[in-house]
């Protein structure tokens, strides 16, 4: 991915964040990541073809950890990737560490 963002998956930050995410009337999959990070990179690929697969229903977002510290801390965020989905403006899940796309999809389904 190498900093590339789609069209469909948006970087935002600090100062979007509420608005993106607390306010969505969707689910949102936030993904923590960093330039540095190689699971980061691998994890790209899957976040655009879920994203993809989604359209319209979840809302997918990245958040680059070493521009959003305060996010980081805020969220806990200790290993990365790390993805956490809001529902209704609440975490309801975080995982950390790279998944399998089907192992993604599974826990979308299960809070969709």
């Known amino acids: 991915m190498n900093g590339e963002i789609s069209q469909i998956v948006v ?4 100062s979007d ?3 993106e995410v607390l306010l969505s009337d969707k689910l949102v999959l936030v993904d923590f990541w960093a330039d ?3 699971p980061c990179k691998m994890l790209g690929p ?9 359209k319209g229903v979840v809302k997918v977002v990245k ?3 070493d521009k959003n510290s ?3 801390s805020k969220f806990q965020i200790t290993s990365i990737p790390c993805l956490i989905f809001f529902k209704n403006g609440v975490a309801v899940r ?3 560490g790279f998944k399998p796309k ?11």
């Open 11 to 14: 970087e935002i930050g600090e």
């Open 17 to 19: 964040f509420s608005q």
């Open 36 to 38: 540095w990070c190689g």
């Open 46 to 54: 899957v976040i655009e073809e879920l994203a993809n697969e989604y």
């Open 63 to 65: 958040i680059n950890t």
């Open 70 to 72: 305060s996010l980081s």
């Open 94 to 96: 975080k995982i950390v």
């Open 102 to 112: 089907s192992d993604i999809k599974k826990i979308i389904e299960s809070i969709l």
